[in-house]
């Protein structure tokens, strides 16, 4: 089984529905990140969580909301969603880097396309 | 403004050869750099790492320089393999994780390993 999931993997929407994108991971990992990825772009940190009670926005947070539900849950919300925010949403998660040098671990990534 | 620059978007290499990509960075508070690869429909995953207090790693067919003084780093993959065909990111970020941490990521370079 994978250590993190993304759920749904393809989303197509509507321009001003909102929609709601999952993930959960199994690693025991503290800080959970949501990046999107654009071509030609790399990627792009949305909004990050280094424990339950963190929530710390990113690079491009505009238009987006997140949720910590618990250590291994971390939902990403689009309130009302616009064409632009047409992407590839990865879910990433880290251990507490005492050490320094901080890995982190992704999500197969979800598509979203907003008409 | 592209703090973490991959001036090549594509890179054909024959099947055996070397594969050198690059990453450039303008951040003088980046001393830890990562190299991760990604498979279409697939998250990115980590490859090798090196903190600014190295000048190569190494493991196995994959090495990792660091210049500081021209804030150039490069992956090399000896010899190349059809699976290595993918995308690689290059991502910078400063050693120690504090609650400002943020991983900057490249564009990203695409391989094809011709056979």
């Known amino acids: 089984d994978a250590d993190v999931t993304q759920t749904p993997r393809n989303r197509i929407t509507k321009t001003g529905k909102r929609i709601m994108l999952e993930c959960s991971q199994t690693?025991?990992?503290?800080?959970m990140y949501w990046y999107r990825q654009d071509p030609g772009l790399g990627l792009r940190l949305i909004y990050y969580?280094?424990?339950?009670?963190?929530?710390n926005k990113g690079e491009i947070s505009d238009g987006y909301s997140v949720s910590r539900q618990a250590q291994a849950k971390f939902s990403l919300s689009l309130e009302s969603a616009i064409p632009n925010q047409t992407a590839l949403y990865f879910c990433?998660?880290?251990?507490?880097?005492?050490?320094?040098?901080?890995?982190?671990?992704f999500g197969p990534g979800t598509r979203l396309l907003v008409l | 403004d592209q703090q973490v620059k991959q001036n090549s978007p594509s890179l054909s290499v024959q099947e055996g050869r070397i594969s050198i990509l690059n990453c450039d960075y303008t951040n003088s508070m980046f001393d830890y750099f990562l190299w991760y690869k990604k498979y279409p429909a697939e998250g990115p995953t980590f490859l090798i790492s090196?903190?600014?207090i190295k000048d190569k790693n190494e493991d196995g067919r994959f090495t990792v320089f660091l210049n500081k003084s021209a804030k150039h780093l490069s992956l090399h993959i000896v010899p190349s393999q059809p699976g290595d065909s993918a995308v690689y990111f290059c991502a910078a970020s400063p050693y120690f994780v504090d609650s400002n941490y943020q991983l900057i990521w490249g564009a990203g370079t695409k391989l094809i390993i011709k056979p």
């Open positions: 990433a998660t880290s251990d507490r880097g005492l050490a320094g040098g901080e890995t982190q671990y």
């Open positions: 690693k025991g990992h503290d800080r």
């Open positions: 090196i903190s600014s």
């Open positions: 969580s280094f424990d339950v009670k963190d929530i």
